[in-house]
C-alpha cells in the first residue's frame, strides 16, 4: 500500500509519535508525505519516505495528483483545525479528491489510529481490488 503523510506545524509532534507507534504496520508499505513532515518522520523512526515539496509549497498538490493517478491507498492528513492555512483551497482540493476516489482519509489521530490497525490487520485489502480494476478501466478508455 502506498500511504501519504501530511501534518500541518502545529501537528507534525503528533505525527512524529503517531509514525513511532505505528512503525512496525507502516513499514511495510511505500510512504509518501509532504516536506517537514517527511523528514521528521525519517529522522524518528528511520524508514524510507518518498517527500513530496513543503505543503505551501504545492505538496499538498502533488499528493493530490498522486491520488487521481491511483497511486496513493490511504492518506494520514494531521490537520490544525484552529490555525487559518494560506494554502486552504490545496487542502480542500486534496480531501476533495480523497472522497471522489474513495481513498481512506484520516484527519486526526483518533481516525488515524484506527485506519493503521485496520492497516496491519488487512482490513484494507479491498484498495489493492479496487486500484487494480481503476487502472483496467482507465487502460480501456484510452
Known amino acids: 500500500m502506498n500511504i501519504a ?15 513511532t ?7 511495510d508499505h511505500q510512504i509518501f508525505a509532504t516536506g517537514t513532515t517527511g523528514q521528521r518522520i525519517i529522522d524518528a523512526t528511520g524508514l524510507n519516505v518518498h517527500r513530496f515539496k513543503s505543503g505551501p509549497l504545492g505538496g ?9 493517478d491511483n497511486k496513493i491507498d490511504l492518506v494520514i492528513f494531521l490537520r490544525d483545525p484552529l490555525t487559518a492555512q494560506p ?19 484520516a ?19 479491498w484498495r489493492k481490488t479496487q486500484r487494480e480494476a481503476q487502472l483496467k478501466e482507465l487502460e480501456e478508455y484510452e
Open 60 to 68: 499538498d498538490q502533488q499528493i493530490g495528483a498522486y491520488v487521481s
Open 107 to 125: 484527519t486526526n489521530l483518533g481516525t488515524s489510529e484506527v485506519l493503521l490497525r485496520g492497516l496491519g490487520n488487512g482490513f484494507i485489502e
Open 21 to 27: 507507534a505505528y512503525k512496525e504496520i507502516i513499514k
Open 87 to 105: 494554502h486552504e483551497p490545496d487542502i480542500s482540493a486534496l480531501l476533495r479528491l480523497c472522497d471522489v476516489y474513495e481513498i481512506p482519509l
Open 5 to 19: 503523510f501530511i501534518a500541518h506545524d502545529k501537528k507534525k509532534d503528533e505525527m512524529v509519535k503517531l509514525t
